[in-house]
């Protein structure tokens, strides 16, 4: 009987496909290696999950070539990716793939150099003919890449590259792909002729003024240039020609954190609720098992600190620490602060790495020689060998949620990972999470508290304003007022907007009610297309705009941008400095960090956000904070809007004040007695998060349910809705078998944002108290749509978050 393997490929289908291994292979098959096989009609890349033999009877087709010298993963790691398949109902090789982000190798070039000790051996002419020839090669070319090597001479793989290497004959170095990895930018610096007072300057005042801050800053970077002057593009070249500027190129650093300052942080004296949780901690530690916390402490009051310290506990131990971040970039403080305690036994793993980066931190962790990993979401799959303790900070952050397959949740995985590794867990946050803390009330969490903000800092002071009583403006007269007189007094202002609703949002404004579905109680949507209000959870649909639910007035639509706020902003304060973040001027990590740098020196009076500004920023010059409409996140068409609204505001409200000055922070809302409003202005988490537990409960949603959201999309709308439509009748027909009520369906319905990206896009979502039954049924279902129609893409989302 020959030897097989089973090879896991990053597509949906099978689990994994087995194949035989040509004999001058076979000395380099491991599990956890990378391979090359023939796929269908093409080659794929996939990962070998298994050893064993050949089914009897059938043919297998050969691997083409082995990829790896080392394994990705061990048996270890492998169980707990499998989880994550099964869990997530996503195959093998797409979950592998995931966990072994871009260029973990295949962008990279290797370098082939032949040893003394191959020139001996090829001397001593001990190798077969073929191997001869090959090293031959090698040693007549100095060095070489291996994918010359493999173009070059007929029947060479990699893995005889490998097992040359195993032999001592040649070294493999790694080198980037330069050509696409190295990134620069323009930087304008004063041309040789520069002269402000120069008779060619007259009367040209844009590109005078934008001499003059060149002239100033010495070396401008073009995009921070467009950031405050706009379109620069029709000056530069005029400017440049005249000699008045120079372009220049620089790399541009892929290390966003590289310019922080690392003056040392000096642990602080525990504070006595810091003291507490951080024993309870460390016992889990020295005892090395598995022990989840919940750590909820409001804003400032010290999490990161009891974080440090546990993990300075873990390494004394000789273990190693995984720490979860929402968003790297987010959080340039919290990994300064790393750096200052750790030095470099610290990797920060983050989207700015280039593919060598990566690599290189990826080997260091899984050799063990950095102490700390930090990083977003997938930070999860780091290889570390020998975790501790597993920290994520600010565990309610969606963003912890993956949107594509696997739509893995890096808080949840966090859980299995402790378990299966022996670690303590502590997850973080001012605002737990509803599920989270329905986890600690059952006590599968410990629940650790810090009440208070250290050093006696006070929390700031909110006020709301009720707009159903002010003039229909975007600014009530409270926050224009407060806005005016903290330019007045040199301070700044941070202005928050969810936009991330939608602007078919439908308010009364008489008495501030959001129409609601009947059947589901998340907000119904307005849609201009078909003039229709519409209910993307269960697909209700109507033409007819209802009066309010609650005072029979007309509804209208709430919708307002960021940019509306800054023109009315700058039309209020006209002399003040007025910047807008989102993730349309924000994109890109330097810029970030740029907006935040202008930020602490002051260059900014006014910043106008999105959720980014509401990240753990520490801002000591911010003294007001004006939410512009807490209603925009309260009618997101989905059950978490009241958690989310609250996260918001508490989060919000904690950028303020944080310096000597006591904040003072404005929300306006034509829902000021709404609950999730109520309890973020009194700072009050434990009352929001029980009145919300009860809501679940009544409403069936999670923590009370488990949900799973079945996504398709496709080109065609008739074929996708027919599609979508026959998973529907085969849905209720499956469930129909069980127990009435075991299994409930919603929808299926089209998304709020129907298309994107010409795809046509639908959902159906599940809905059980029984995970094992839906999960089953979640499968067939998956099974039985696999067949219908091969142009319509479907996935489930196991836990989903976004229903977008
Ligand atoms: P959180 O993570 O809860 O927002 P941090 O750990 O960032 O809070 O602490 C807020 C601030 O208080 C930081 O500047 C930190 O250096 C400081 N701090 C933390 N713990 C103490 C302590 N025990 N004594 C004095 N200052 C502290
Ligand atoms: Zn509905």
């Known amino acids: 009987m020959d030897e097989s393997i089973q090879v896991a490929v990053p597509i949906p289908g099978e689990q994994y496909y087995s194949y035989s291994v040509p004999e001058h292979l076979a000395d380099g098959v491991k599990v956890g290696k990378r391979v090359l096989v023939p796929f269908r009609n093409r080659r794929s890349i996939g990962f070998i999950v298994g050893t064993g033999d050949a089914p009897s009877g059938i043919k297998l087709r050969d691997i083409i ?28 090789g797409i979950v592998l793939k995931a966990a072994h982000p871009g260029g973990l190798g295949v962008s990279l070039r290797r370098l082939i150099k032949i040893t ?68 620069t930018e323009k930087i304008i610096v004063a041309g040789d002729g520069a002269n402000l007072q120069s008779k060619l300057l007259e009367r040209k005042y844009a590109k005078a003024e934008i001499l003059e801050f060149v002239l100033t800053h010495r070396r401008v970077p073009l995009s921070y240039l467009k950031e405050i002057f706009g379109n620069v593009g029709a000056h530069l070249p005029w400017l440049e020609e005249k000699e008045f500027i120079k372009i220049e190129y620089q790399e541009i650093s892929r290390d966003p954190f590289a310019d922080i300052d690392l003056s040392d942080d000096k642990p602080h004296k525990l504070t006595l609720d810091q003291e507490i949780a951080f024993e309870k901690i460390s016992v889990a530690v020295n005892e090395g098992e598995y022990a989840p916390f919940l750590l909820h402490g409001v804003t400032g009051s010290g999490k990161t600190e009891v974080y440090l310290r546990v993990i300075q506990e873990a390494i004394a131990k000789g273990k190693e620490a995984l720490v979860l971040v929402p968003e790297i970039s987010l959080t340039p403080q919290l990994v300064k602060r790393f750096r200052a305690r750790f030095g470099n036994q610290v990797a920060v793993i983050h989207s700015a790495l280039s593919d060598g980066e990566r690599f290189d931190a990826w080997r260091m962790a899984s050799r063990g020689e950095v102490k700390v990993v930090i990083g977003a979401r997938s930070a999860i799959f780091a290889p570390l060998s020998n975790i ?64 208070l903000r250290v050093e006696d800092r006070s929390l700031p002071k909110i006020e709301v304003v009720d707009m159903k009583k002010e003039a229909g403006e975007i600014f009530s007269e409270m926050l224009k007022r407060s806005l ?21 949002l439908l308010i009364c404004h008489s008495c501030g009610e959001i129409l609601k579905c009947p059947n589901c109680t998340v907000s119904l949507t307005y849609h201009v297309e078909d003039k229709s209000i519409k ?13 309010c639910q609650n005072c029979g007035e007309g509804v209208k639509g709430l919708g307002i941008g960021t940019q509306k706020v800054e023109e009315e902003v700058k039309r209020i304060l006209p002399n003040s400095t007025v910047a807008r973040m989102d993730r349309d001027t924000a994109s890109g990590k330097n810029k970030l960090m740029r907006l935040y740098s202008r930020l602490e020196r002051g ?14 920023h520490d801002l000591p010059g911010v003294t007001l904070v004006g939410v512009i409409s807490a209603d925009i996140s309260l009618g997101i068409p989905d059950f978490r809007s009241g958690e989310r609204t609250f996260q918001l505001v508490t989060q919000v409200a904690g950028r303020s004040g944080r310096g000597d000055h006591p904040g003072v922070v404005i929300v306006q809302s034509y829902n000021p007695d709404h609950p999730s409003i109520v309890y973020a202005t009194t700072q009050d988490s434990k009352a929001f998060l029980e009145q919300e537990l009860k809501l679940r409960e009544q409403l069936k949603y999670p923590p009370s349910s488990r949900l799973v959201n079945i996504r398709f999309s496709g080109i065609i709308e008739q074929d996708t809705e027919s599609v979508v439509r026959e998973s529907g009748k085969l849905a209720r027909a499956m469930i129909s078998k069980l127990p009435v009520g075991a299994v409930e369906i919603l929808g299926p319905s089209p998304c709020p944002i129907y298309k994107i990206r010409n795809r ?15 999960h089953s049924i979640s499968r067939q279902l998956l099974t039985a749509i696999s067949k219908m129609s091969s142009n319509v893409r479907y996935s489930a989302d196991v836990d989903p978050y976004y229903f977008s």
């Not at 000790?117 to 070319?141: C, F, K, Q, W």
């Open 65 to 92: 070539d082995i990829i790896d010298e080392e394994p990705l993963f061990d048996q270890r790691r492998l169980e707990f990716l499998k989880w994550v398949s099964q869990y997530y109902i996503c195959t093998l």
């Open 116 to 183: 003394e000790n191959g020139v001996r051996t090829l001397d001593e002419s001990r190798l077969t003919a073929h191997e001869a020839h090959v090293l031959n090669t090698i040693y007549n070319s100095g060095e070489i890449t291996s994918q010359k090597l493999l173009n070059l001479v007929e029947n060479t793989s990699n893995e005889l590259l490998n097992s040359f290497k195993r032999r001592g004959l040649i070294e493999i170095s790694y080198e980037i792909d330069s050509d696409t990895k190295i990134k």
């Open 388 to 451: 501790g303790i597993i920290i994520v900070d600010e565990e309610h952050e969606n963003s912890y949620k993956q949107e594509e397959a696997p739509a893995y949740n890096a808080r949840d995985l966090s859980l299995v990972l402790g378990r299966m590794t022996n670690s303590a867990v502590i997850l973080g946050s001012a605002t737990p999470c509803v599920e989270s803390y329905s986890n600690a009330l059952k006590n599968r969490y410990t629940y650790l508290t810090l009440p």
């Open 484 to 504: 005016i007189s903290n330019f007045e007094d040199g301070k700044q202002t941070i202005l928050f907007l969810n936009r991330r609703g939608y602007s078919g």
């Open 535 to 547: 209910c993307h959870m269960c697909g209700l649909s109507e033409r007819t705009i209802p009066n």
């Open 603 to 616: 260059e900014i009076d006014v910043l106008i956000g999105t959720q980014m500004v509401a990240k753990g």
């Open 760 to 774: 046509f896009r639908f959902q159906m979502l599940l809905k059980s108290s029984n995970s094992a039954m839906l």
